[in-house]
């Protein structure tokens, strides 16, 4: 009875100086079909009524492992490496064959390699002689912002949660399209049908400053604060256009859940203490940042706390 086949299916083949991601994971995959028809081998002697269970146990599990890796950015190297892992897993475990009277004994452990290890996707191109440095495709719709450049984009793209990963990038709002207007931005966020998506606001001030917020969900008016610590966060480039390269960002610091508040007359991302890490009147037109609980942020928009509203967008993501 012949094991379950391992895929791993890659819907684009983008190229990697000469190496594309297909030949890449072809080769892991080839080394793990490898191993698989190696077992089938060892237990071609087994009667199919032995091996039944044990063999259903194995596919139930790879069938779980086939996913798409078509434009795997280099954020998303974790990924690549949770599936290595699961493949290892499948193989690893050890299925015992016993018959009345005799010991449990593993079948295959000593045909296996046991040892397996997390790489990331720099590390595995390293491994295999892929010197050339990866620069993974920018997501669909990302290139659509009027605020960040291709530089500033593949840095926000680095701290979006996990689970925007990838995903097309979704403009919900821009003041320019629709107006300065609070009322207005929960509207269309309200339309956004995406519920598990997180949402990236980005603003540009009148003195060139470029920063913004990730909050873990689309904005909607609430009676209290509402979000979570794990994919909301503070960002900022230092300097001024067009000198703005470097991002940094500032994540929860634990000491409290004020996370958002998307009141009627104002809207606020961090608090504590009567400061506000970010926070934008009903016009959007003025704002404020200070250094915040929520946070420990420094001012977003320079020496200054307060500036003037210039250009804001929001983003979701298509998942």
């Not at 290890?117 to 719709?141: A, F, K, W």
């Not at 629709?178 to 997180?198: C, I, N, Q, V, W």
Request: with cysteine.
């Amino acid at each position: 009875m012949p094991l379950p086949l391992i895929t791993v299916s890659c819907t684009d083949d983008v190229p990697t100086g000469g190496v594309s991601y297909r030949e890449m994971l072809s080769s892991l995959v080839d080394k793990v079909q490898t191993s698989t028809n190696s077992l089938a081998s060892t237990v071609s002697q087994a009667s199919s009524e032995e091996m039944s269970p044990y063999l259903r146990q194995i596919g139930s599990s790879v069938r779980r492992l086939s996913m798409p890796l078509g434009k795997v950015r280099q954020s998303s190297q974790r990924r690549l490496s949770q599936m290595v892992s699961a493949i290892g897993e499948v193989i690893d475990q050890e299925i015992l064959m016993t018959q009345p009277g005799e010991k449990s004994t593993p079948l295959f452990g000593s045909l296996l390699n046991r040892e397996w290890e997390l790489v990331t996707v720099s590390e595995m191109c390293r491994r295999l002689s892929l010197d050339q440095e990866l620069e993974l495709p920018i997501p669909d719709g990302a290139n659509t912002s009027q605020i960040l450049d291709e530089l500033m984009i593949r840095q926000v793209m680095d701290i979006l949660p996990p689970r925007a990963e990838g995903y097309p990038w979704v403009n919900i709002y821009n003041s320019e399209k629709h107006g300065f207007s609070l009322a207005t931005m929960y509207r269309k966020m309200a339309e956004f049908d995406e519920d598990l998506s997180p949402v990236l606001l980005i603003i540009r001030d009148t003195k060139e400053h470029v920063f913004g917020a990730v909050v873990s969900s689309a904005i909607r008016p609430s009676d209290h604060y509402f979000g979570t610590g794990d994919s909301c966060l503070l960002w900022r480039f230092t300097g001024e256009a067009p000198h703005t390269r470097e991002l940094r960002q500032f994540n929860w610091t634990g000491d409290n859940q004020y996370f958002v508040n998307a009141a009627k007359d104002s809207l606020s991302i961090g608090a504590g203490s009567g400061r506000y890490g970010l926070w934008f009147d009903a016009d959007l037109n003025h704002g404020r940042s200070q250094k915040c609980e929520t946070f420990d942020n420094e001012p977003l928009c320079g020496d200054n706390e307060d500036f003037v509203i210039q250009f804001i967008e929001a983003y979701g993501f298509r998942m």
